[in-house]
């Protein structure tokens, strides 16, 4: 069983970075497709970005284009997502989920999941 721990998240300013890990193991890293979602308090998962296993391909949210980059180092068995140019409306727990390669690129709540990684945009 495949198992994803998330970190990097805290406190930032409007405007400010933050890069989020996600480190996997229990599976071959490389046989995973990677996203990262977030959940806004009363509202539904969002997703934000996701990557190929090979790294090759990614797909952003129209809202975060330009200012995220999800990458992925398969020797580490880790999922990067770095944020710039925060702002307030990022603020949110942030997920990452990992679908395998063969079955769908984007994770859906039928694959396996984080426990998330609180971000704080302050203004």
């Known amino acids: 069983q495949v198992q994803l721990v998330e970190s990097g998240g805290g406190l930032v300013q409007a405007g400010g970075s933050l890069r989020l890990s996600c480190a996997v193991s229990?599976?071959?890293?490389?046989?995973?497709?990677m996203a990262w979602f977030r959940q806004a308090p009363g509202k539904e998962r969002e997703f934000r970005a996701a990557?190929?296993?090979?790294?090759?391909?990614?797909v952003y949210a129209d809202s975060v284009k330009g200012r995220f980059t999800i990458s992925r180092d398969n020797a580490k068995n880790t999922v990067y997502l770095q944020m710039n140019s925060l702002k307030p409306e990022d603020t949110a727990v942030y997920y990452c989920?990992?679908?395998?390669?063969?079955?769908?690129?984007?994770?859906?709540?039928?694959?396996?999941w984080g426990q998330g990684t609180q971000v704080t945009v302050s203004s």
């Open positions: 989920a990992a679908a395998g390669r063969g079955i769908r690129f984007i994770p859906t709540s039928q694959d396996t």
């Open positions: 229990g599976r071959t890293f490389s046989d995973y497709n």
């Open positions: 990557i190929s296993w090979s790294g090759l391909s990614t």
